[in-house]
Structures are given as C-alpha cells and as structure tokens.
C-alpha cells in the first residue's frame, strides 16, 4: 500500500493510475477503522481495480463544543488493517492545508434544507463541512465510485445529491450498517461508552427495530414516534430525534410506495449514537 500525505503527491499518483486506464475507488474516513469501514473497503475493490481510502479528521464538520481534539486517532493500526485488506492508496492529509487551501472556494458548497433537519438541526453547519471535504477529495481523486456507509443516512444523501451536481460520472455506493452482535452500529464514538453503556447501547437499534413492527400495526406514525421516545428515555437515552421519512428525506405518509426509513440519534452519556433502518 502506497501512503501519502502531500496532495502534489496524491495528485501524481492519481494521474499515473488514470493514464494506466484504472477504475478507481474512493472511501473516505475519518479513521479509527473498524470493521464498518473495512467493509467500504471490500465493496470498493469488488468494483474497482484501485480502491484509495483516505484518513481526514475535517475539522469543519465538528461545532466548537464537540470531540474534535478527543476525536480517536490509531493511525498505525489503521494502516495494518488497510494493508492486509490490500488497499492500493492511503492518503492522509499531514495538514488542513493539503485539503483546504482554497476554501474561499468552496462557500457554494451548501447542504441546504435537507442538511439542516435531524443531524443537521443539532448540528448546525456539520453537512456543510462534510460536503467541503468530500467535495475536495472527489476533485483531487476524480473517482469512478464512491463508497458511503448507511449508517449515516442523512449523510450518504446529501452527498449523493452533491455529487450528481458536481460529479455527474461519479457512482455513489451505499454499504449496509456493520454491527456488533448485540445488534449495536459500529461506530468510532464507541470507543466513548464506559461499561455500563456498553451494555445499554444494544438497546438503541432494539427500540427502534420494535418502532418499526408498531408502525406497521398502528399505522400511526406520531404515535409510533412517541412510543419510541418514551421507550428509549425509560432506558436513559437522551433522544436528539426520532423520524419517519421517506428515502427523499421527506415527510412520510403511512400509506406511501416510496421507501421509508426511520432515523434516530440519541446521547448515552455523553456519547453521540445515530442508527437508520431502511423498512418497506
Ligand atoms: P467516519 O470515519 O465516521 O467518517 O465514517 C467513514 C465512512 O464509514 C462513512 O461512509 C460512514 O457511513 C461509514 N461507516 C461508519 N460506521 C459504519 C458501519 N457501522 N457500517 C458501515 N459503514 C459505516
């Protein structure tokens, strides 16, 4: 695996692939892989012949109160998991610099309405900075394929409509949610949960798979959502939201064809978790 840290450098290697005639695919991450991101990893090189991952801690999509600084960085076993899963490309950016240095370039770079409900509502500008970065590293690598995780639904959207935008060619993969087996999302913020919310975390993505069953009886989609609610508080979440959507993000009515999906984030402790199942 090749590792690069400069984007001259990247950039080089990117042009040496493409005069090659390489279809090249591009996993973005913020590190502290675990077996989610690994399995962006595979789906990309199921469809590539160069699968490039990148490790970028952006600080844009952080708010000045959030875990920016604690944020877990294990680059050397990252780059051992990336090896053995024979990654082509590890760019790791040494500085803001490298991936920002025009920045004032990027204010057209807007989630928009859709960026600032759910994770956006709590997190106001995070979609905005999400969007700066992936924009930024689909410019320099110019990809055939993209590989995002469901997991961050809201996330996997906006940069799918970003990218018809500015990168018609480009493919964007969405890859199921890995989760441990309690049932709990694999998450780098995990790593926050002390032992007691280790424990209780499970039975986040339990209450909302219970959610799921009770909507298909009642039909009742406020309802539904204070049930999930008022079960998740019994069990010390802090519920951020609970939201019944369409797969556009938009408002779901019970009797739709579209697809549906429930979105949700709650704190446990001081722990951010955010789950999304896809239903029909
Ligand atoms: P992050 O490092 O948190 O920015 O995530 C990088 C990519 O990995 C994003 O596309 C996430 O949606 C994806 N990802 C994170 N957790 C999981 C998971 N448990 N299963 C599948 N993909 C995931």
Known sequence: MIILDTKKDFKKHINLLKSKGERISLVPTMGNLHDGHLSLVKIAKQNSSKVITTIFINPLQFGKDEDFASYPRTINEDIS??????????????????????????????????????????????????LKVVYVLFQLTQPDFSVFGLKDFQQLYLINQMAKKYFPKLKIICAPTIRNKNGLALSSRN????????????????????????????????ETIKYITANLEKNKFLVNYVSFLTTELEKLNSNTSKRKILLSSVKLGQTRLIDNIEFS
């Open 81 to 130: 998991k990336l090896k053995k899963l024979k990654c082509n490309i590890l760019f790791v950016p040494k500085n803001q610099n490298e991936v920002f240095n025009n920045i004032d370039n990027l204010e057209h770079l807007k989630a928009g309405p859709k960026g600032s409900i759910l994770c956006g509502k709590i997190r106001p500008g995070h979609f905005d900075g999400v």
């Open 191 to 222: 790593s926050y949960l002390d032992k007691k919310s280790i424990k209780i975390a499970p039975l986040f993505y339990k209450i909302l798979l219970d959610g799921i069953n009770n909507l298909k009886i009642s039909k009742n989609v406020e």
